[in-house]
């Protein structure tokens, strides 16, 4: 076998076999037995990225959701074939989708597994941009970003990202509004793929019926050796404050939808300090919100709130844990969420409990090895922060009660605290009964 | 892919699918009864209350505490209907017991706790805990009242009620608001036990269990439970289609229109033959990204980010859904007509239609990778009576022609368009 590095992990009994490629390109494959074979082919470039410095040192703006404008527009190729009709010839679905920090490209099939991959590494790195195919992604557009704002929880979310982050693009909408994306030109589109679309920028990660030298020589085949070079992009130094601690829109919905959230103070974004600061963060969100927390005892009792999720979300250099949830009275419910992390702070963590968690996420962890699609998911998010996927168990078991009783004094700090709520619209309650 | 079936008694059947693809176990005891508006209500009130305390442990929490022990153990319960049954399905995914590093027998615990929360939850005097009953009644009625929070959503479940009426197919499986008044404690603790006493009940494992292994697993579920069943029931065939096409448009708050539109159709899931040819029909008119719908509505005339339609083989249905701008509405509804005309008149290429079946085949493929899809294909087929595998029904994917493609298109009836906009006046118009 070539220069792949192996690694085997006997708890998962799971192995993987990882290159980098001359171009850059990080490679992961995962030999698995299942009917379903996944690969994704993942640029880090995301809605994060508007702002870069082009060759000669200007500052490039682009309108918002450029990069998801992008996604969309990698799928059309210049002799007029469609890339989804390619990929089910040989019986196999393809998607993608932007986030914060990324694009991923990704397909699922059950035979002709190379020649999928070989299709999906042909149309990523042929970009394909027309003025006329640009002003008809722009219609389709608009009514993904409409179809969001429908959704209370939603914006709930974003609401909440407003609030906690008013110094970074974590506030703005992946897919950007109506108005940016009818800015958005074929020449931006190309500047955004040749900034960012270099494959040192990118990593592939496979999992099924791959062999890890015949992924290699279809990468050969496709991907030019050199061309590695370091990214413009823009870094904004950050100051941990929140400015507004409540936000509030309206919507036709049953009840309150209420995130509560703090904003974390990230010092470390890769490396395996990262990947433990976020293990930690949530393990500590599970312990306080989740469904063996005495907060969630409570809301379940006093009916207060119901539908009780808590997480904690790290991208780059942003971070922040929240708890979400629906109810009559956000701000009572606020002050519960305080008073329980009071609570906490005071008694410290029970030992027990504290066990329990670690063996629900490790439980997590080997579950997410049923599927060749969570695999990838898995990988990807672990080497996007430059870490090992199999380092995970490890991390995790090292992390100890009093590192979180720490972690819990530091992020759940009430002076980053923001609330946001989707209210239920009680006009449009009045208009509906004078119509019957 | 086999499915081994083993009667245990008492109206209780053990049906394990034995693989070792996956590092879990799966085991799902499904109780089935039929779907009726009067009791509907009081079998989704079961859904939180059984997992509210159980004997040993009396609270949410403890019960938590107990699945964490059991390295994560995800119990859920959850309703679904089949045409006129109803089934309540008390599902639990674990680790494979080779992960357990500490000892603890995984399966073992997991089915101990199977058995704590179907047959004795937390009771007080003869009935449920008033508490517990109080606030999952008030739990309910909240996430009935919420499904107005997701618009999409909430027109596919109108079109149902619109299309079936008092039909079983127009019952919500959540229940109703106003009939959660009339349940006590003692009331919902009395249906409870009759039925879970009186109904058939299908158990499947899948994972690493052997047929006689999950046997002696599974009967620890029933120890001490005492049955007296009536016997089994199954699914009756589709519904009657409606006289005249319904066209409804409401208004909400929405910044987009949710336009649903269902069709009609004989062919049901135990119609092998036919069955197979409206999958494809149906696949070729608008269930992929390679579709009709998608190709034409979204793609050419950039009319929409999604439509799509699905093919609901029990009730012998077919939806269209779709995101559009509400003062369109009459070119989308012409665009989709004009689609499947298509369909109905073969206007589609040989490639299309062997496009369409590898993409079934496919589907069906990449959903034996997962436990509760293997669980919902064996579950669907018994309650239809028929039995089936994977491996048929990929066989007669790939036998269906052209043919058999626009009778199955041609034999759907346009029954109900449903429209949920923000203007209804200009959108009643449109319809």
Known sequence: MSSFIKRYDQYLDETYYYIKHPSGLEIYVMPKELSTSFAMLTAKYGSFDNKFAKKGGATAVMPEGIAHF???????????????????????????????????????STEAHSECLALLLDFVFSPYFTHDSVKKEQGIIAEEIKMGLDSPYNRCFHLLTRLLFTDHPVCREIAGTEESVMQINREMLYSCYETFYSPCNMILTVAGEFDPDKVLSVVNKRIPRSNQRELPREHVPLRRTVKERRGSETAEISKAIFSVGFRDDITCVSGLRAMRRALSASILSELLFGQTSAFYGEMLESGLADRISASYLTCRDIGFAYVNGI????????????????????????????????????????RSFNSTEEMCELVTDCAIIGCDAFDYAEVLRGIGVEELEFLLCELYDERFAAMAVIEKNEKSDEEKESNI | MLCHTRELGGGVVLHTVETNKFKTDCISVNFVMPLERETVTRVALLRGLLLRGSEGY????????????????????????????????????????????????????????????????????????????????????????????????????????????????GISKLGYAEDLDGITATGAYLFYRGLVSRCPVHVYTVGGMTAEEAEYRVTT???????????????????????????????????????????????VLSDGRDYASMLVANEIFGSSPVSKLFMHVREELNLCYHCGSAYRAVNGAVTVAAGIDCTKLSIVLEAIEEMLGEVQRGDFDDGELEIAKKSIVSGVRAGFDSARYIISFFIARELCGISDTPEALVARILDVSRDDVCRAARELSLDTVYFLCNDKKAAEEQL
């Open chain 1, 70 to 108: 992008l996604e969309h527009k990698l799928f059309d190729n210049e002799d007029g074939s469609d890339t989804f009709e390619r990929f089910a010839e040989m019986g196999a679905f393809c998607n993608a989708y932007t986030s914060f920090d990324r694009t991923a490209y990704l397909f699922s």
């Open chain 1, 327 to 366: 109810c009559d009275d956000p701000e009572a419910v606020y002050g519960r969420v305080i008073a329980a992390i009071s609570d906490m702070k005071r008694r410290g963590i029970d030992r027990d409990a504290f066990a329990r968690a670690k063996k629900g996420m490790i439980s997590d962890l080997v």
């Open chain 2, 58 to 169: 009396p609270t949410f929490e403890k019960l938590s505490a107990r699945t964490d022990e059991l390295y994560g153990a995800d119990v859920s319960i959850e309703t679904s209907a089949f045409g006129n049954l109803l089934v309540l399905s008390v599902t639990a995914v674990s680790l494979a017991g080779r992960y357990s590093v500490d000892g603890t027998d995984i399966i073992g615990g997991v089915c101990d706790l199977l058995r704590r929360i179907c047959f004795f939850p937390v009771t007080e005097n003869g009935g449920f805990s008033p508490e517990y009953t109080q606030s999952e009644k008030l739990r309910l009625k909240d996430e009935i009242e919420a499904k107005i929070n997701d618009k999409g959503e909430y027109a596919g479940r109108r079109l149902g009620e619109i299309m079936y009426g008092d039909g079983y197919g």
């Open chain 2, 221 to 267: 579920i029933f120890d001490g439970v005492e049955r007296d069943c009536d016997g089994d029931i199954h699914a009756i065939r589709g519904h009657k289609r409606g006289v005249s096409v319904k066209r409804v448009a409401e208004e909400m708050d929405v910044k987009q229109g949710k336009l649903a539109i269902g069709y009609r159709t004989s062919a």
